[in-house]
């Protein structure tokens, strides 16, 4: 089964940017749907964003605007660019297969928003 590793997260200033990465452990060419996905302190883990192949994408409606996912299948990397970060966006991030190839959650990456 494919694991996935995010980086890319750190301390931004409000209104900033930040990419994340997730990073798989194998082929991801072969996964239609991928997701980023965040939970923060006492809250659920909710999507932030899916992408089917590389073309159609879906975001919740906190992050319409804001935040763009995008997949290389030849790096077998997803990504999520963030911009006009706000204190609402300070969680940590997940990125995983949806459907049949979803696999335990990796590590996530902290994304800390200061005001």
């Known amino acids: 089964q494919v694991q996935f590793v995010e980086s890319g997260g750190g301390l931004v200033e409000l209104g900033g940017s930040l990419r994340l990465s997730c990073a798989a452990s194998g082929s991801i060419s072969g996964i239609a749907a991928m997701g980023w996905y965040r939970q923060a302190p006492g809250k659920q883990r909710e999507m932030v964003a899916t992408?089917?192949?590389?073309?159609?994408?879906n975001y919740a409606d906190s992050v319409k605007g804001r935040f763009t996912i995008s997949r290389d299948n030849a790096k077998n990397t997803v990504y999520l660019q963030m911009s006009g970060l706000n204190v609402e966006d300070t969680a940590v991030y997940f990125c995983?297969?949806?459907?049949?190839?979803?696999?335990?959650w990796g590590p996530g990456t902290q994304v800390t928003v200061s005001s």
């Open positions: 992408i089917v192949h590389t073309y159609l994408k």
């Open positions: 995983n297969a949806i459907g049949s190839n979803r696999t335990d």
